[in-house]
T-cell receptor, first 113, second 112 residues
Framework: EAAVTQSPRSKVAVTGGKVTLSCHQT?????MYWYRQDTGHGLRLIHY???????EKGDIPDGYKASRPSQENFSLILELASLSQTAVYFC????????????FGHGTKLSVL | QQKVQQSPESLTVSEGAMASLNCTFS??????FRWYRQHSGKGLEMLVS????GEKEEGRFTAHLNRASLHVSLHIREPQPSDSAVYLC????????????FGKGTHLHVLP
């Protein structure tokens, strides 16, 4: 079974601080994604990447940066965390974008205080 | 922008009774539909995918798609308490499949 591992599982951050969420996949997938999940909203795409050293903006990229240093690793960076960024963040991977299935990590619960 | 809406928001069924969940979408050119399940505190796992009108069965899970009606549904046969979870509908187009739009989910509670 394909594996996507996120770290940390939960984090408390202070407003204005820097937060880095990490994701590692052992699926040998080219595509990786960061989603945000909030109560009352579906999953929303923040950033995605289809090759190492390149990232693309998703639907809600403001306030977030992404980094893909290798095929296996994809990070989400909040340079100046804000209260509105409190949410659960999911990393996912897929073989490609021909409608392939997404494989998700367990999520990171981020609380910004 | 594609809109994906799920109903009901919450559904309670007894163990063994059929559970039916609904999803409507706004873009009739969509051709890639998946149902995911999310147990509390866990990631999402895909249950069934469907790409053409009709039905697709994966074990106890059956998806029905009617693109003319902009509707896709999920039917769970003989649900168990372990099926209690949030069920998410995901819609995309094969030509632009990174843009997966998720519904807000249906909370399913299966009573023993």
């Amino acid at each position: 079974e394909a594996a996507v591992t996120q770290s940390p599982r939960s984090k408390v951050a202070v407003t204005g601080g820097k937060v880095t969420l990490s994701c590692h996949q052992t699926n040998n997938h080219d595509y990786m994604y960061w989603y945000r999940q909030d109560t009352g909203h579906g999953l929303r795409l923040i950033h995605y990447s289809y090759v190492a050293d390149s990232t693309e903006k998703g639907d809600i990229p403001d306030g977030y940066k992404a980094s893909r240093p290798s095929q296996e690793n994809f990070s989400l960076i909040l340079e100046l965390a804000s209260l509105s960024q409190t949410a659960v963040y999911f990393c996912a991977s897929s073989v490609g974008t021909g409608g392939e299935r997404l494989f998700f990590g367990h999520g990171t619960k981020l609380s910004v205080l | 922008q594609q809109k994906v809406q799920q109903s009901p928001e919450s559904l309670t069924v007894s163990e063994g009774a059929m559970a039916s969940l609904n999803c409507t979408f706004s873009d009739g050119t969509s051709d890639n539909f998946r149902w995911y399940r999310q147990h509390s505190g866990k990631g999402l796992e895909m249950l069934v995918s469907i790409f053409s009108d009709g039905e697709k069965e994966e074990g106890r899970f059956t998806a029905h798609l009617n693109r003319a009606s902009l509707h896709v549904s999920l039917h769970i046969r003989e649900p168990q308490p372990s099926d209690s979870a949030v069920y998410l509908c995901a819609v995309s187009m094969n030509t632009n499949a990174y843009k997966v739009i998720f519904g807000k989910g249906t909370h399913l509670h299966v009573l023993p």
